[in-house]
């Protein structure tokens, strides 16, 4: 897992940019564990911290699962919201595919991580793909650069621009973002 923590606001602290991580598989003990020091040193409490990491965890195993078999992550705190990123390299998906209702109530037997995300967060949008959602709000990648005082998870990511991190991961296939308010 390459990572690091970035501040990209502009001195008015509107928007922290606190990690930016590509992963695999064996690399999400080590993703919950830092995305987890991120929220924390960013001041998100419990229980909305467990929640948000729970349902960063989900996606990202999601990602790993369904997309390629490896992602990247960025995380940041905008405007009163801890904000973060997974795109992966899978067909996509449109957000009709995530359940209503508890995955195994209605009939279906996938989409638990997904209604789960969905339900602990505050705002979750997926795109991208050629499944994706059409006209979804787009989400911005991260750079690399350091934030003073954020939780050390290690990694060198070097400088990369908002692309950087999504082309990172290559053909990109799907973004989800989520969302919790701090």
Request: a negative charge; one cysteine or more.
């Given at each position: 897992m390459r990572s690091e923590h970035c501040d990209l606001s502009a001195g008015d602290g509107a928007e922290e940019w606190l990690l930016e991580c590509e992963f695999t598989g064996e690399d999400l003990p080590g993703l919950r564990v830092a995305v987890g020091e991120c929220a924390a040193w960013a001041g998100l409490t419990e229980p909305r911290w467990g929640e948000?990491?729970?349902?960063?965890?989900?996606?990202?195993?999601?990602?790993?699962?369904?997309?390629?078999?490896?992602?990247?992550?960025?995380?940041?705190?905008?405007?009163?919201?801890?904000?973060?990123?997974?795109?992966?390299?899978?067909?996509?998906?449109?957000?009709?595919?995530?359940?209503?209702?508890?995955?195994?109530?209605?009939?279906?037997?996938t989409g638990r991580g997904l209604w789960l995300a969905r339900l602990v967060t505050d705002r979750l949008v997926i795109r991208g793909g050629a499944m994706g959602a059409a006209g979804s709000p787009a989400v911005n990648g991260a750079s690399a650069a350091g934030t003073e005082g954020a939780p050390d998870v290690g990694g060198a990511a070097g400088a990369a621009g908002a692309t950087d991190a999504v082309n990172a991961v290559g053909a990109v296939g799907a973004v989800v973002t989520l969302a919790i308010r701090m």
């Open positions: 948000f990491v729970l349902a960063v965890n989900e996606i990202a195993s999601n990602a790993v699962e369904h997309g390629g078999g490896r992602g990247c992550l960025t995380l940041r705190r905008r405007c009163g919201e801890l904000e973060c990123s997974i795109a992966d390299e899978g067909p996509g998906f449109p957000e009709s595919v995530v359940p209503e209702l508890l995955p195994g109530l209605d009939g279906a037997h």
